[in-house]
């Protein structure tokens, strides 16, 4: 059989999660939610433990040799995300994940380069984490939402986009990847267009950055930024990249410790970026497990990830095909390794409680993109989403699965 | 607990075609209320008299335990009085939350047994019922279960 040949050859990169030979509801576990968030391999495991049981110290502040190690490591990680997503480091930006970077840039480029009346540029496809920050400053300042529609394959129109930029138009925000659909936007292009109308662009890579290359300096985007967790790293860290030319007009967005030369009552001297964005203790250790992700990424190739998980996307759309009471939202290609569906009137949730029985993690909901919810009219869709871990066997369980809700559900899912 | 369990056949049935579903134009009490999380979304509509529950229809869209769980709870409550119907709430509640059933108080609502080896699906069984109470009660916040 097809899927026993392609099964063997891709087993290898299970044995390093201990967390996926485990069960669920006493069934063995299959994980098909890494979109949300992504399982841990041992070696980013072992990282963060040796790290708390050898170098832990504060960072930038000891005058002993173990904070001076310390540091280095959360340097390095520095160093380390910079060369991933080919920029510098003095461009890169510790947060606390895409949802704090994405704010970050909202109240201190937002509030200090836009005004009453300016006008931002977000996709129907965004998630919340890079709608509501831009949501707060319409309420805080004025300015004004413009919103590119998605066309019904799951794309974006961009002429719809093209025709949205006017003299107001101060920044565009748009995922790389939807976190719903998969769908992998144009984003060089729109970035292109954005450059041409002198509109800086932020680009939110959560779901881009784990399944395929990323180079912010080929793209030329102005902030991009992503998540550890998605990418096999601890949860707490996360990147925003950010031209340098952005960062020295940026004021700090939160004020603290470490991101400050000299403090009295009536002056107060920053540091230059990065530092001046990352007030107080930072989450050193989680710098280190996303180190230990990105070298454990590196070590497999983005490219065999990348060629893996497509090979799982097109196995699955032909057995969902097959199955034909199945219904995909977003048909467009090129896609990640995300696939969400509905089945006829069956509730998403009642499909997430079925596949949850038999050992199956999937997400069942709105996905924190309810525009997008709306814009298909439906009130909640079925995620599965893949991972370097997953294979050909996790597709067929997924398959078995949708046969029994068919069975429990006969007519409404007819 | 199997699956077969928690989706039998009642409850598919009642979710596909739910009972007393509908508006009811003299309605003495009303209101809606939704789980944000799933998107369900419902209103109940009562006719109260004489501290008792004379009729009571329900509309709106949702998961199969969401609807099953409604139309069971119209059809449990019609011509009870008041005071039984908060009780029998309360009766629901218990059993969603331990899955022990008090078959005598519950009847067929005791099929939604299974609910309680799902927790993050007892907000769904539930969101009729807190509607329900809240319409009686004349509560004016809207019900949701967040």
Redesign the interface.
């Known amino acids: 059989m097809k899927s026993e040949t392609r099964t063997t050859e891709l087993k290898w990169f299970k044995k390093d999660f201990p967390l996926l030979g485990g069960t669920n509801r006493g069934k063995p576990l299959v994980y098909l939610d890494s979109a949300s968030s992504a399982q841990k391999p041992q070696q980013v495991i072992d990282a963060i433990s040796y790290f708390y049981g050898h170098d832990y110290a504060n960072i930038h502040r000891g005058i002993y040799e173990l904070s001076e190690r310390a540091t280095n490591v959360y340097e390095q990680a520095r160093e380390a995300a910079a060369r991933f997503i080919n920029a510098s480091s003095n461009e890169i930006i510790f947060t606390s994940g895409t949802t704090g970077a994405i704010n970050l840039v909202a109240q201190s480029f937002g509030r200090s380069q836009l005004q009453a009346g300016d006008e931002i540029i977000v996709t129907e496809m965004e998630h919340h984490s890079n709608i509501v920050p831009w949501y707060l400053l319409k309420e805080q300042m004025g300015i004004v939402l413009k919103v590119v529609p998605v066309l019904d394959d799951g794309s974006l129109d961009m002429l719809a986009y093209a025709s949205l930029f006017s003299s107001r138009t101060k920044l565009v925000a748009v995922t790389h990847v939807s976190n719903v659909i998969g769908t992998i936007n144009p984003i060089r292009d729109m970035i292109m267009l954005a450059h041409s109308n002198d509109v800086p662009v932020l680009v939110d890579g959560a779901q881009a950055v784990p399944h395929m290359n990323v180079d912010v300096a080929d793209l030329d985007c102005d902030f991009y930024t992503f998540s550890s967790h998605k990418l096999y790293g601890p949860t707490g860290i996360g990147v925003l990249y950010a031209k340098s030319h952005w960062l020295s007009q940026m004021p700090p967005y939160q004020g603290g410790g470490g991101m400050i030369e000299t403090v009295s009552f009536d002056e107060i001297i920053y540091v230059n970026a990065p530092h001046k964005f990352e007030a107080g203790t930072p989450d050193i250790a989680g710098a280190v497990g996303l180190l230990a992700a990105i070298q454990y990424i590196s070590n497999i190739g983005m490219q065999n990830i990348e060629k893996h998980e497509q090979s799982l996307l097109e196995y699955a759309e032909e057995k969902i095909h097959e199955l034909g009471f199945v219904q995909i939202i977003g048909t467009t290609h090129p896609k990640a390794g995300v696939i969400s569906f509905v089945m006829n009137d069956v509730h998403a949730h009642d499909i997430g409680t079925i596949l949850d029985a038999e050992g199956i993690a999937i997400r069942a909901g709105h996905h924190c993109a309810m525009p997008l919810m709306q814009r298909f009219n439906v009130p909640a869709t079925v995620r599965a989403s893949f991972g370097i871990y997953n294979d050909f066997s996790d597709v067929d369980a997924l398959i078995e699965a949708l046969k029994l809700v068919k069975r429990l559900f006969p007519d409404v899912a007819a | 607990m199997s699956?077969?369990e928690?989706?039998q056949e009642m409850i598919?049935d009642h979710?596909?075609n739910p009972r007393n579903f509908g508006g009811l134009a003299q309605a003495t009490h009303c209101k809606n209320g939704q789980n944000p999380?799933?998107?369900?979304k419902l209103s109940v509509y009562l006719i109260e008299m004489d501290g008792v529950v004379v009729d009571v229809k329900f509309e709106g869209?949702?998961?199969?335990?969401s609807v099953a769980s409604a139309s069971l709870m119209t059809d449990a409550v019609k011509g009870k009085k008041v005071e039984d119907v908060l009780s029998l709430f309360q009766h629901f509640h218990e059993l969603l939350t331990t899955g022990k059933a008090n078959d005598e108080a519950l009847g067929k609502l005791s099929i939604f047994a299974g609910v309680a080896e799902?927790p993050v699906?007892v907000k769904?069984a539930t969101l009729a019922w807190h509607t329900l109470k809240a319409a009686i009660l004349h509560d004016d916040k809207s019900v949701s279960t967040e």
């Open positions: 699956l077969r928690l989706y598919i979710g596909r999380l799933c998107g369900d869209a949702g998961c199969a335990i799902f699906r769904c």
